[in-house]
């Protein structure tokens, strides 16, 4: 079995931001919105090599993508940084009407997505964000696991026209994938082979998928681990064929069960091949303050969760 | 360019277009269409440096148009059609089934002119920041325009654009709004007072130009003249432009009735006959 190593955890904002600076040298038409939080979304690299480059819109978020539709149309290539919340469901009709409709350059980084964001509290641990924006017509939604992850999808957003969100964490988590691997919108990463059950994950879960794979593993049973980092164009393809294989499918995802991978996936199997299936997610509630630990095992995100649902799902495969 | 007379002239037509649009569409917004159908003429023909020729969706050395009140797409299109970005045919088509004239702007539609959509309220200033930074940063010196409603500026990003562009002085913006004091529910009085517009913006740093008479044309032509030369100078220029919504037809005019009602095909013949053919001819 494919073993991952957590060379050192960090954060994926920070890959983002990282990222950023890179695409920013090569391409000067990148530019960088954020709403007060250039520091806190990493965006502040990018900032100080490229002041002129930047647009500090106070604290306002609405005005702040119809700026960024403005600048596309002049052929800027704009990134937007913010908390994840702020910048999509506080401003949901902003990004449906100027972005997504209008079908604008603009890439959206939510940053501090998801319960693991931890003590702030539900206010800003957004848990729907995938579901509005996949929601809408146009717009592609990234989901990248780790910090490298994250600074290859950056990498990959500036080279790709059309509305976009990335979804990105706060918090210091394993970074495991390899440094210079292309991020391929799109394309499903098969990061490990298996043949009882298929565990399709996105995000700060894919750790614990792997996590969980090897507990299996040890009992004897082979899982299969796709990291679904791109949520929309869904690669159906890579999920049909692994659930095909396996026949038995769990879901891993730091957001609710409504609106989000679990539900993707379970839309590609209903109307392709049904298969038994099991969600890891957060079933129609808010989170709360807490550390990101507390929060992921509290929640039931952690591997062991994952196990979990994989001994549930086995028992109803045909 | 066109004279003023030449104006006048197609401001009736473009108002004849409006009301014969809407009542074959049985629904759109002749009301704040025919009270800022001077001022459109006027920047479609006269004062925007842009034609349906060098159009781009980029913009790039061409004076940009943002119209932040979607649901005025009789007067939008119309006086498009009129300038030649497409035939004026087309205005039959308005609002029906497979047509680029969408109720509200479109991009998803291919219609040349159009580089936004529009219809949420109070987001088209936003848009128009925007457009303006990215043409000072590539060092073009046209110009970026924005029309509102008045009852649009109850809206709060309204006032998240126009803090950024004073804060900011982006001088390369002219914001007009179509100052008439209507909206769906009643006046903006009843609704919920502007207040004092021209100190309003006053404070947020902008320059305000007033133009007493919105359906004159020549007052409109010299306020926008002037509303030009304020720009480059550090600060945002605002219009406001006095209207009266549903300007041009007697019974429509001084009542919110028909900002998002038309008129019935028995009554058409009554606004029309207020209405003189022109040279330009119906659709």
Known sequence: ?318 | MKSTQELQTIATQVRRDIVRMTTAAKSGHPGGSLGTTDWMTAMQFNIMQASPETFTMDGNNQDMLFVSQGHITPVIYSTMARRGYFEVSELATFRKFATRLQGHPSVAHNLPGIRMASGSLGQGMSVGIGAALGKKMRNDKTLVYTLHGDGELQEGQIWESVMFAGAKGVDNLISTIDYNGQQIDGTTDQVMSLGDLKAKFESFMWTVVDIANGNDMQQVLDGMAEAKNLTGKGHPVVVLLHTEMGYGVDFMQGTNKYHGAVLSADDLPRALAQLPETEYGDF
Request: charged residues 20%.
């Open chain 1, 1 to 318: 079995m494919t073993t991952f190593e957590n060379k050192s955890s960090k954060e994926l904002r920070a890959g983002m931001g990282d990222g950023l600076v890179e695409v920013g040298k090569r391409n000067s038409d990148v530019v960088a919105l954020s709403a007060d939080v250039f520091g806190s979304v990493k965006m502040d690299a990018f900032k100080k090599a490229y002041p002129d480059r930047c647009v500090q819109c106070g604290i306002a978020e609405a005005n702040m993508i119809g700026i960024a539709a403005g600048l596309s149309l002049c052929g800027k290539i704009p990134f937007v940084g913010g908390f994840a919340e702020f910048v999509t469901g506080r401003v949901y009709d902003q990004i449906r009407q100027v972005l997504a409709y209008s079908n604008k350059n603009v890439k959206i980084c939510g940053s501090h997505a998801g319960i693991s964001l931890g003590e702030d509290g539900a206010t800003h641990q957004t848990m729907e964000d995938i579901a509005l924006m996949k929601a809408l017509p146009n717009m592609t939604v990234l989901v990248p696991c780790d910090y490298n992850q994250a600074r290859q999808a950056t990498i990959a957003a500036a080279d790709y026209v059309g509305p976009m969100y990335i979804r990105l964490g706060r918090s210091k988590m394993p970074n495991f994938t390899p440094e210079d691997e292309p991020f391929v919108i799109g394309k499903a990463q098969h990061l490990i082979e298996g043949s009882d059950v298929s565990i399709f994950a996105c995000g700060h879960l894919v750790w614990e998928a792997l996590e969980a794979a090897k507990a299996l593993e040890a009992e004897g049973i082979h899982a299969e681990v796709i990291n679904i980092h791109t949520i929309k164009p869904l690669d159906t393809e890579a999920i049909i064929a692994s659930a095909r294989k396996t026949g038995a499918v769990v879901t891993c995802e730091e957001h609710l069960f409504n609106g989000g991978l679990g539900d993707s996936v379970a839309q590609t199997l209903a109307l392709n091949c049904p298969t038994p299936m099991e969600y890891v997610a957060v079933n129609d509630k808010f989170g709360e303050s807490g550390t990101p630990d507390e929060m992921l095992t509290n929640y039931g995100l952690r591997s062991k969760n994952i196990v979990e649902k994989v001994y549930a799902v086995l028992k109803r495969k045909c």
